[in-house]
């Protein structure tokens, strides 16, 4: 049979999964997790990642978008989907076919859900977003009463969830979230007399650090993945984290070029020695920032090897010089991940770009096949 399978891969460790989900789980205590698996599953495969929470026993999984609630109807993922972000009424019905729980901050958004339920015969479960201190999306606490009392009035919707989002929860000085937890209590008093069914405001970071916000549910999403949410994290435990994702390709050529060569576009890097090249199949194309071209380390044969030249779309050069007798053509190459002894981290790539874990994993292209292994336990 013919293989076109790309050489460059992302490997999705379904074992590291179920071990985040548990350790998450085991610090939430019986309260419900609700895994956060927006962004393609921040970039680890959304329905590969939703079919094995579901099968590990998650009920509820929250998206950005209702185009991403509709890729796992089609996929076959039977859980309730809470889509996170705010959106226009003209998504309305497609949320009601869907069996969709949206974030609703403005009457409009609720009255159109309304109007379409009632004409497909349907009831849409909502959940009203509060703005404690996020700066965002969601009304403000002390509106929260009226809000509902006008939802009330809505034949076709009812309010399922109160929910608000920590902006610093992964900070150290932990007192913004700590007046947003006061605040969202104050406001959950104020709608007691709604028949709401769960108040949720819990991310990753709160899960580990901040116990007076687990409320009914919990959102977790990079923890999930086995990324901490920041250095700053207090409690140890997260430490104990596995990272899910590792992302490799394999040399695809090898060429040997004198001293003063000049490599890739622009000759950014000139070799100071005869040297040997590889070639990778992977570039900004696939999700790596052409900003790490000459700031990147690759491991090949289990050892750190300088990334040279511009990255381009699509292919990316190594100096591999130091494993002369040792290289070959279709040799393992790793980007994130570990190789024998050594390891290359999400955030040692973020670092060098100045920005967070989120971003590397979630910036790995759609090309990329994700491949799922390790799924027991």
Not at 322 to 343: K, M, N, P, Y
Request: contains cysteine; negative net charge; proline residues 5%.
């Amino acid at each position: 049979m013919m293989d076109a399978a790309p050489l460059t891969r992302a490997y999705i460790h379904l074992d590291r999964l179920t071990h985040n989900l548990r350790l998450l789980q085991e610090l939430a205590g019986e309260r419900p997790l609700w895994p956060a698996i927006k962004a393609n599953a921040y970039g680890h495969g959304m329905v590969l990642v939703a079919r094995h929470l579901v099968a590990l026993g998650c009920d509820t999984l929250c998206v950005a978008h209702v185009s991403e609630a509709e890729v796992l109807v089609e996929g076959g993922v039977d859980a309730r989907l809470l889509l996170f972000s705010a959106t226009l009424p003209d998504h309305s019905e497609a949320i009601v076919r869907l069996g969709c729980e949206p974030a609703v901050c403005t009457l409009e958004f609720a009255e159109a859900l309304a109007r379409d339920a009632q004409r497909l015969g349907r009831m849409v479960a909502v959940h009203l977003m509060v703005d404690t201190g996020m700066g965002r999306i969601g009304i403000r606490p002390e509106d929260a009463p009226e809000f509902l009392e006008r939802c009330a009035a809505l034949t076709g919707i009812r309010v399922r969830g109160l929910m608000t989002h920590f902006p610093r929860a992964d900070e150290a000085d932990k007192t913004i979230s700590v007046q947003q937890i006061d605040r969202f209590r104050r406001c959950i008093e104020a709608t007691r007399r709604f028949a709401i069914e769960f108040r949720h405001m819990a991310n990753s970071a709160a899960i580990f650090d901040l116990p007076d916000s687990y409320c009914d549910a919990v959102r977790p999403g990079i923890a999930l993945y086995g990324l901490r949410p920041s250095p700053e994290i207090i409690n140890p435990r997260v430490r104990e984290l596995k990272p899910v994702l590792e992302w490799k390709t394999r040399i695809s050529f090898l060429k040997e070029v004198p001293a003063r060569t000049g490599l890739s576009y622009g000759h950014t890097f000139h070799t100071a020695r005869p040297s040997l090249i590889a070639t990778v199949p992977v570039g900004y194309g696939d999700g790596l920032s052409r900003r790490l071209s000459n700031n990147l380390e690759l491991l090949v044969c289990g050892v750190r090897c300088p990334q040279v030249g511009r990255i381009t779309m699509d292919q990316s050069l190594v100096d591999v010089t130091a494993l002369r007798s040792r290289v070959d053509l279709g040799d393992e190459v790793v980007i994130i991940g570990r190789q024998f002894d050594e390891e290359i981290t999400a955030d040692e790539l973020a670092e060098k770009l100045g920005t967070i874990s989120y971003e590397i994993v979630t910036a790995i292209a759609e090309r990329v096949p994700r491949v799922a292994i390790g799924g027991e336990g």
